[in-house]
């Protein structure tokens, strides 16, 4: 009971949606297809047409067709109703098609449109929000808006014309009863209106919490196999229990809210039509309505408070889907806090690959402390610089802002002399080749996650950059070799191998600047030896800056600039810095040792 009034509790966002502008946003999606909209449309009104046509067949049968004076009327109007229902069976089903069709058409625009957007964001977004979170929103909701601008929207129509269409046909029929009927209209809107709000809310508030589930197990199954090294899987269980229980009674409490509504619309719908029954019967015995007209005043009856109960039905999914129209217009309309600028300026060509950092301050969104503060590096065409110092002195930072991933508080990046805000995006980073400490690998062939470094490249081109970066030492073994599938996030290769396949793929991007980060951390002393042998081969006429730990690897360097707290503290070759005793003769010291120093020294002489 506690957890049922938590789940509670939390099931009321911020903002809950009060009506249904949300679905606006994803109106644009379903107008760019006119043509079923239009079939709908004409299906939809030809099934309205056919079924209400039914009543005045039923009132003619009734009046005339059982006279003895007509014997054959009765074969005609039941030819005619036989028509009619084939109409209502051709039009009923081209509709389902129609609105069935529209529906996958727009779920997969909204979805193609939502992912592109995110790939669009950047990584300040992602530093907010969870994978689960936007996955949920990706698939879940986007499920929940198909039905709303498909079936739910067609039956809304439907049930819409059948009822503008019954309330006219009877005033027609009858208008003493009319009025009595419409007039009760008002007590029946006014409770669903009510309620309606109610499952608004419960429904956006259902969203969450099966969103929150989501976030949980995707963070648990992509770590996986931590979890089971420290036995942490029944906390993991009981977490995503938790999170499933509060999914689960927000969904109860949104489909108490929604069946409340159904039952109350047609309670009050029926009990009025039954109190104007009564006063119509009354009518037919005083003799001022025709039997006939009874049977069809109550037919239209019957359609008016049907449609009346389908649209409350149909108001209450609509409302659901607006919750996730409104969660999903929240990412289409998040704005990239990078951006193309409006005028955009041209890097040169040809490309040099001189890049420069100039008394550029930064601090990452929520950090207490600056990861750079007055920061100014310059890097030559053909330089390679080494950037070393401790764990948050601010080294991933400068890869970061030169693919600009973030932008600097003050101060500026260049590439060519050009600031990066005042280029294109696409052309910046055409301009650089990243060898991330932690590769991304994908779930497909080790060919294509080698070409994702340059689209198109031929296979012979992709296996030249393997052999440069070392990975064609790992393919003859793998079954199908450079064809073979490496699974979801490269889960059959080791740290070295996934390392590898990165620095292929950068060297198969063939940028002016390359940026290694760590990019040999994974790799045996064979292995690293071979890719450092490469790397300096296709270092020539190009910028290149390592981030390294291991000291080792840079040595050969032409310069190795020292780090501290978001600044330079010292710069110059190997042998220079150790002279100084300073932040980086300490930190050879401590990886090298007193005599495995001064080899070093000497190595680097």
Do not use: C
Request: avoid cysteine; charged fraction near 20%; proline fraction near 4%.
């Amino acid at each position: 009971m506690a957890r049922r009034k938590a789940a509670e509790t939390t099931a009321n966002p911020a903002a809950p949606s009060r009506s249904l502008k949300p679905l606006a946003a994803i109106m644009p999606f379903a107008t760019a297809h006119k043509g079923r909209i239009l079939g709908a449309f004409v299906a939809l009104v030809a099934s309205a047409g056919a079924t209400l046509a039914i009543p005045v067949a039923v009132r003619r049968l009734i009046d005339h067709g059982f006279s003895s004076d007509h014997p054959g009327m009765v074969d005609q109007y039941f030819g005619a109703m036989l028509a009619v229902v084939a109409v209502l069976a051709v039009a009923s089903a081209a509709r389902y098609w129609f609105v069935t069709t529209l529906g996958e058409r727009v779920v997969s625009d909204v979805r193609a449109a939502v992912f592109e957007r995110l790939t669009r964001l950047t990584p300040a977004f992602y530093d907010r929000q969870r994978s689960g979170e936007i996955i949920s929103r990706l698939t879940a909701d986007t499920t929940q808006i198909k039905s709303a601008f498909g079936a739910t929207a067609s039956q809304a129509l439907r049930n819409l014309f059948l009822f503008l269409g019954a309330a006219v046909m009877m005033v027609v029929t009858s208008p003493w009863l009319s009025a009595l009927v419409l007039g009760a209209i008002p007590i029946i809107v006014l409770p669903l209106a009510a309620f309606g709000r109610s499952v608004r809310r419960r429904s956006r508030a259902a969203q969450d919490r099966l969103a929150d589930a989501s976030a949980v197990a995707g963070e648990a199954i992509g770590a996986m196999r931590g979890v089971q090294a420290y036995n942490a899987e029944r906390r993991l269980i009981d977490r995503f229990s938790l999170a499933v229980e509060d999914a689960y009674y927000a969904a109860q409490s949104a489909t108490t809210a929604r069946a409340l509504l159904t039952g109350v619309g047609i309670f009050l719908v029926f009990v009025s039509v039954l109190g104007v029954l009564w006063y119509g019967a009354t009518l037919v015995l005083a003799g001022q309505m025709s039997a006939g007209a009874l049977g069809q005043f109550v037919l239209y009856a019957v359609f008016a408070a049907g449609a009346i109960g389908e649209l409350s039905n149909v108001w209450g999914e609509a409302t659901q889907a607006a919750g996730s129209a409104e969660r999903l217009g929240e990412l289409l309309a998040t704005e990239p806090e990078v951006r193309d600028p409006k005028n955009p300026r041209p890097l040169p060509a040809p490309a040099r690959g001189a890049l420069a950092f100039e008394a550029v301050d930064f601090s990452y969104p929520g950090a207490e402390a600056p990861a750079l503060k007055g920061f100014s590096l310059g890097v030559a065409p053909g330089e390679t610089v080494a950037i070393v110092g401790p764990s948050g002195a601010g080294k991933s930072t400068l890869f970061h802002l030169a693919l600009r991933f973030y932008d600097p508080a003050a101060g500026r990046v260049t590439i060519d002399g050009v600031d990066l805000r005042e280029a294109r995006l696409e052309e910046v980073r055409d301009r650089l080749a990243l060898v991330p400490q932690d590769p991304v690998v994908f779930a497909t062939s080790l060919r294509e996650n080698i070409r994702l470094g340059r689209a198109g490249a031929s296979d012979a081109e992709v296996e030249a950059a393997a052999r440069l970066a070392g990975a064609d030492r790992f393919v003859a073994d793998l079954p199908g070799g450079y064809d073979a599938q490496i699974g979801e996030r490269g889960v059959t290769l080791s740290g070295g191998q996934r390392q590898r396949v990165a620095l292929a793929r950068a060297l198969l991007k063939d940028a002016p600047v390359l940026l290694l980060d760590e990019a040999t951390s994974a790799l045996d002393a064979e292995s690293e030896t071979l890719v450092q042998e490469a790397l300096g081969a296709t270092r020539q006429g190009r910028a290149t800056v390592v981030i390294a730990h291991r000291l080792a690897t840079v040595l050969a360097a032409d310069r190795i600039v020292v780090m501290d707290a978001g600044r330079i503290v010292e710069q110059g070759s190997h042998a220079e810095l150790v002279a100084r005793r300073g932040l980086y003769a300490r930190l050879a010291e401590l990886q090298f040792g007193a005599g495995d120093l001064r080899r070093a020294e000497a190595a680097a002489e």
